[in-house]
């Protein structure tokens, strides 16, 4: 299977833990985006990388979460000093620039990592 | 900013009845509208995609959707649903020409009763 893969799928912390997250892109996608979605909301946006660039964060990724895409392949999310409201699914994305005007390219979601900080 | 409303939170059907999902957006600029589609324990994945051209697209799946501008809404219909299409859906939009970020509706659950 080719797809969007991250780790862990599960993860538990206790309030104040740090955690940090893994996300394998579709190979050769030079986008990758990161989106969080709590109980009964659908996914926001968080971040999102063009290779190794960071290109744009929400204003949602306060100064606790940081995401990295060393050498524009996988890619890390850290959340330290985890609060219960951290609690949700972190799901990541990718995608592969389309060119052309009027086109917008596909993306491609993992399964997510569900976070439960106690 | 970009803003997306599902009108409806639960959807009941029976099966092999049609089944249409709302979704209205809102935007000072011009967007691209998605459906996504999200089965338990799996990561979304698309439906349809309206880009440009002819306002009724069709996915995957025998879905459908039209776009309207004048109401600005993006409905999903499915003329005969089975139980395999039990799942949550999820109305997007992305800006034209600006960052590729979705922003997404809080998302219908589709139940499909025998």
């Known amino acids: 299977d080719t797809g969007v893969s991250q780790d862990p799928r599960h993860k538990i912390t206790k309030r104040g833990q740090n955690v940090t997250f893994r996300c394998d892109p579709i190979?050769?996608?030079?986008?990758l985006y990161w989106y969080r979605q709590t109980l009964g909301q659908g996914p926001e946006f968080l971040t999102y990388f063009q290779n190794e660039a960071q290109l744009e964060k929400s204003r949602l990724l306060s100064d606790r979460f940081s995401a990295e895409r060393p050498k524009g392949s996988f890619s890390t999310l850290e959340i330290q000093r985890t609060e219960q409201g951290d609690s949700a699914m972190y799901l990541c994305?990718?995608?592969?620039?389309?060119?052309?005007?009027?086109?917008?390219?596909?993306?491609?979601f993992g399964p997510g990592t569900r976070l439960t900080v106690l | 900013a970009q803003s997306v409303t599902q009108l409806d939170s639960q959807v009941p059907v029976f099966e092999e009845a049609p089944v249409e999902l709302r979704c209205n957006y809102s935007s000072s600029v011009s967007v691209y509208l998605f459906w996504y589609v999200q089965y338990p324990n799996q990561g979304l994945q698309l439906l349809l995609k309206?880009?440009?051209?002819?306002?009724l697209v069709k996915g995957i799946n025998g879905f459908e959707a039209e776009f309207n501008k004048s109401q600005t809404s993006f409905h999903l219909r499915k003329p005969s649903v089975h139980i395999s299409d039990t799942a949550e859906y999820f109305c997007?939009?992305?800006?034209?020409?600006?960052?590729?970020?979705?922003?997404f509706g809080q998302g219908t659950r589709l139940t499909i009763n025998p």
């Open positions: 190979s050769e996608h030079n986008r």
């Open positions: 997007a939009v992305m800006r034209r020409g600006g960052a590729q970020k979705l922003v």
């Open positions: 309206y880009l440009s051209g002819s306002t």
């Open positions: 994305a990718s995608s592969s620039r389309v060119a052309g005007a009027l086109s917008t390219d596909t993306q491609y």
